[in-house]
């Protein structure tokens, strides 16, 4: 009976190893998984894009072939007009990099938005635009997540205030509550955020949406970006203002929501060495409960009985299958603080 | 003695409201601390790249009024000339909708680099990239952060291996071996990509360090954009399948350096409710230590404290502090296997 201290590493290693090959699985399922999507993603986007695409290139070549016959270029001028259009597109919105706009070029680099409507021309500002985005990304990270969890906080004592003064008889907010609200809350940051760009900015309403999802999602394509009209970074300071804020509250709402959804799933996902220690954790406390009702003693002390379930009932995410009265005397404390999955 | 429901509740309100305020605290913090980012960043780009701005500023105004002057342009045609230029660019770069053209931007999508190279022209396809991106943005950072979990356990074995194959007695990989292993894998990645996009491109190696380093950083500014040189999406498919398993292999780099350091940081961040929880268990099971020793019973078989104890020792991160002898227990006995903090 007492061979166990092999027996406990065999078993120890065998769960390690049937662990790392679930996740293993898990990895290569979704590998196949983002390479179909990004498939069928290629061919959506070629099918209502390449008509188009050529449609316009006909209709460019057209134009530039009217533009040549009238004021006969020759061909290496062209090509210096169009180099001096394009270099000269993001001098058109105004200075760039005066404070305003050096703001506005830090906050995309730091939250990766990175529209590219300026993008530092010197070398020594690629060099420290690399570091501050080294540094800046990671601290941006932790912030938009604690102000995420923050908002998730509030957010349920709002529920919960909301609930009782509807007068529910035991009234809690669940998880469907909260997944709920965060999808409303970030539709009516879109839309706000879009409503304000229209009327600011002169687009529909519908690019304007578009311009705030892109931004909000930190893809940031750069194809439509504010403050670049009317010489509006050093004109509006108030929409300037607004512009950040929207940015950095739009970007927490999000931040929650991911907070809600997505990290908890990643946080949770049961890595090979705790599933591993788990299964080797369970076969050693069965083996031991099982000396035990065999056992050496029969006095063992309703306290230390209760310690041990009530140590179970703690952590629910991280222990063995609780007997069934264990289980009992979970449910029927009315007193004890629910345990929750853990938020950020 | 048995008042104990109602100050069980007082000890967790209150050591909830601690932990919030504490939470708070902290993400206030954080903020100041953002602020105070943006406003060195703004300070530093403006020094290094504004005057660098004005120079350019005046230099195409004059190549500008030079071509105006030798070809009379009305300012109407100029401003005509302009728009054509800037919307003929991508197109100069080839077809960007077609198969190879659309699974490169579905790839800037998901991964939220948007480079904006390429953006849908036509409505419909700003929609479906809307929806593309709201089920994409998600599964990929699943993705990629099981992938970052696989390669630091490959990375993981092999440390151990190396420890192992120079004779160190007790071979052990610390979190410092994984950090510094991880730096060196992002740094070679970088560099690897930098020399590959130097030669294929035509760039700098440090203009393709750069690219590498705003790419795999997600920023995605689109001033350096892969394979918009010589039709290369369609006339050097090689070339297009290496770019696009850089990009995805150097995420998966970038993103199991970030697993490591950061997404640890963010999980093990102590949340209000479970730190007020667990304060709130810590009373509870002294409470109930203390009455055990001063006792209903002194027969506590060894195997049931043993249980209690190993529990704990299984437990590290969630377990109150251990009693001397129960440290000493964990510590002796080699054959356990060392409880970890999860990786993911």
Request: a positive charge; glycine letters at 6%.
């Amino acid at each position: 009976m007492e061979r166990e201290p092999s027996g406990r590493t065999e078993i120890s290693t065998r769960s390690r190893r049937a662990a790392m090959r679930k996740q293993s699985a898990r990895t290569a399922a979704l590998i196949l998984c983002i390479l179909s999507y990004l498939l069928v993603g290629a061919a959506v986007f070629d099918a209502l894009e390449s008509e188009a695409e050529r449609s316009r290139q006909r209709l460019l070549a057209r134009k530039r072939g009217e533009f040549r016959r009238k004021y006969r270029f020759s061909a290496d001028d062209y090509r210096e007009l169009e180099r001096l259009a394009l270099q000269a597109e993001p001098h058109r919105a105004g200075r760039q990099w005066r404070f305003a706009g050096s703001f506005y070029f830090a906050i995309t680099v730091i939250t990766t938005i990175g529209y590219g409507h300026a993008a530092p021309g010197t070398d020594s500002g690629k060099v420290f635009c690399m570091f501050y985005a080294l540094l800046g990304i990671p601290l941006t990270l932790v912030t938009f997540q604690s102000l995420g969890e923050r908002l998730n906080a509030l957010v349920r004592c709002l529920l919960l205030a909301a609930k009782r003064c509807l007068g529910l008889r035991r009234p809690h907010v669940t998880a469907e509550n909260m997944v709920v609200a965060g999808l409303l809350l970030c539709a009516a940051t879109l839309a706000l955020g879009a409503a304000a760009f229209a009327h600011f900015e002169g687009w529909t309403f519908f690019h304007a949406y578009y311009y705030c999802f892109i931004t909000l999602t930190t893809i940031g394509f750069g194809d439509f970006v504010a403050l670049q009209r009317d010489e509006a970074l050093q004109r509006k300071p108030p929409y300037v203002a607004f512009s950040f804020l929207y940015i950095l509250l739009g970007l927490t709402v999000i931040g929650a929501f991911l907070n809600l959804v997505v990290l908890r799933f990643l946080a949770s996902a049961d890595a090979p060495e705790r599933a591993a220690h788990r299964h080797a954790s369970v076969f050693r406390r069965r083996a031991r409960a099982r000396r035990i009702r065999a056992g050496a003693s029969s006095c063992i002390p309703y306290p230390v009985v209760h310690q041990l379930e009530t140590w179970a009932c703690d952590n629910p995410a991280f222990s063995p299958p609780l007997s069934p009265e264990a289980v009992h005397h979970c449910h029927s404390n009315p007193d004890r603080p629910r345990a929750r999955r853990k938020s950020i």
